[in-house]
């Protein structure tokens, strides 16, 4: 079966895409997805776009975003950036949901566009999906309907900042929402926190380091079946650290216990570590410690 990249860089042509009529807005746009009716090819389509999508619907299908399949079969919010890749498989069909695009320029100048990138939930694979009750719902339409009627009307000089505001309360209310799916997850969360603190300890117990390297963090998510933002996420929820913090922490604790029980050279236990370059290993430490690790070796 053949696959097809389909690239929508503007609002204009995801309306088109959508068979939505003409966009009333060019830099932002709500589309009532049960309404639309995309002018599909055939086979697995590849979409990448030049906007920042907040998709809340149900549909039967599946989607794939990065490497991770997306299941919207009960009904979940997917958010995504300009340049992602997302997949669909032929027999994709909408039931319900909405959408809101909006493009990077809509942004300029002003504060939100300068700390979106901080909301972390637009660069998950979405192993992680937030999945929102009937009233989050409503809170976050009655917010879309304010912008749609900002952008229906005469654009004035207030237009934009008005449209702007409605999408920063939208993105704060995805923020409790998602803090509140943390909490409602307590358990499943120090689970993970536990299987990750013994994939940890496992790890640098073993003599995998010369041969592996140092771990990386997607190398713990991927185990965990997570992404790598939803991992540190969820462990600087419960343990106040991301996974690189705990990486450091387990190698400083295995370096700390190499410089005092041994004599080996600093070069011998970096390597050990998994370090190439000695120096970066020392680097490390200090930053950590404070110190050097043969200032660290001569305390008594």
């Not at 009716?37 to 999508?53: L, M, Q």
């Not at 979106?116 to 976050?140: C, G, P």
């Not at 449209?163 to 998602?178: G, M």
Request: glycine letters at 8%.
């Amino acid at each position: 079966m053949s696959s097809a990249y389909i690239d929508m860089n503007t609002i204009g042509a995801l309306h088109d895409y959508y068979r939505y009529g003409k966009p009333k807005h060019p830099l932002i746009t709500v589309i009532d997805l049960a309404d639309a009716h995309p002018d599909r090819p055939e086979g697995e389509i590849f979409f990448r776009t030049g906007f920042y999508s907040i998709i809340c619907k149900r549909f039967e299908g599946i989607l794939k975003y990065g490497r991770s399949h997306y299941d919207f079969e009960e009904g979940t919010l997917m958010f995504t950036s300009p340049g992602q890749v997302i997949s669909s498989n032929p027999g994709i069909r909408n039931v319900e949901g909405w959408g809101l695009f909006f493009h990077p320029d809509l942004l300029n100048r002003s504060e939100l566009g300068r700390k979106i990138q901080s909301y972390s939930f637009f660069h998950y694979d979405v192993n992680e999906a937030l999945h929102l009750s009937e009233d989050e719902d409503k809170t976050l339409q009655d917010c879309l309907i304010k912008i749609e009627r900002e952008y229906a009307q005469n654009i004035d000089r207030h237009t934009q900042g008005l449209i702007v505001d409605n999408l920063q309360l939208i993105l704060s209310y995805c923020d409790r929402f998602y803090d509140r799916q943390f909490m409602t997850r307590a358990k499943v969360g120090r689970d993970t926190v536990q299987q990750f603190e013994h994939l940890l300890r496992e790890y640098f117990g073993a003599d995998s380091l010369v041969e592996e390297g140092l771990p990386d963090v997607q190398y713990f998510a991927s185990a965990l079946g997570y992404s790598s933002g939803y991992l540190s996420d969820l462990l600087l929820k419960y343990t106040g650290k991301t996974t690189l913090e705990h990486i450091h922490l387990q190698l400083i604790d295995r370096a700390k216990h190499l410089l005092w029980s041994t004599d080996k050279p600093v070069s011998a236990i970096a390597y050990e570590l998994g370090f190439e370059h000695p120096s970066h290993f020392s680097k490390l430490f200090k930053a950590r410690t404070g110190e050097s690790p043969r200032s660290f070796r001569k305390q008594e």
